[in-house]
């Protein structure tokens, strides 16, 4: 099953897709989990270990990274990152693009299709799929206010 989010983030598609496939950010973006991988962005063949509540652990295999062609405008080349889910817990794929929306904006793309391993594809995934949609929103909203506090003008003056 299906599941994921979307949200415009303003600020340039090569920047969002850098930071969002920097994957150790993840560890900001979902609730009480922490992330080890590579500290640049993602990479073909990168193994990222994800545990939350230090229980669920999750291992993801990078399988294709496309970055946003720059300078990028309206139509403009998708930044694309997939990732396959290889167990212990959860099996199935993950994805995120970054669509250009002009030089200073874009819309992330955030979709998964996750089972438990342990509870097959139609009841994990049943169970899976009605927090997981709940979860990427937060997280594309936290990384949303994250890049833009990371933007604002700083110095004498400003806030």
């Known amino acids: 099953m ?7 983030i303003e600020a340039p598609a090569g920047e969002v897709f850098d930071w969002l496939t920097t994957l150790t ?7 009480l989990t922490r992330v080890a991988a590579p500290t640049r962005p993602a990479a ?3 193994v990222v270990t994800a ?3 230090g229980l669920l652990r999750d291992v993801m295999v990078v399988t ?3 970055r946003p062609a720059e300078p990028a405008g309206p139509g403009g080349p998708v930044g694309r990152a997939t990732f396959s889910k290889t167990g212990p817990m959860l099996l199935g794929w993950a994805s995120i693009e970054v669509v250009p929306a002009g030089e200073t904006a874009c819309e992330v793309r ?3 299709s996750i089972h438990a391993s342990v509870w097959g594809r139609r009841t994990g995934g049943a169970l899976l799929t009605r927090g997981g949609g709940l979860m990427v ?3 594309l909203r936290r990384a949303r206010r994250i890049l833009a506090r990371g933007r604002r003008p700083r110095g004498p003056g400003c806030p």
């Open 25 to 31: 950010h993840h560890g900001r973006l979902i609730p």
């Open 64 to 66: 294709r990274v496309e």
């Open 2 to 8: 299906e599941r994921g989010a979307r949200i415009r």
């Open 110 to 112: 955030w979709t998964e």
């Open 51 to 53: 545990v939350t509540l």
């Open 44 to 46: 073909v063949g990168d």
């Open 137 to 139: 929103a937060l997280a």
